[in-house]
């Protein structure tokens, strides 16, 4: 696992798992969880792009 997936991925578990705890009704909060989910994953995902050409 790369070093930055290992940095980001608790932060990740944590907000899905708060994500799950909330009823399905709380629609706009379970959004946010999402968006910021989605944000870490794309951050993880151009920092091994740019590490791949270093």
Do not use: C, G
């Not at 909330?22 to 740019?50: C, G, T």
């Amino acid at each position: 696992m790369s070093p930055v997936r290992e940095h980001y991925n608790p932060v990740i578990t944590k907000l899905l798992r708060e994500h799950d705890q909330l009823p399905i009704e709380r629609v706009v909060e379970r959004k946010s969880f999402q968006r910021q989910i989605l944000f870490l994953m794309n951050a993880i995902k151009l920092e091994e792009f740019e590490q791949s050409f270093a």
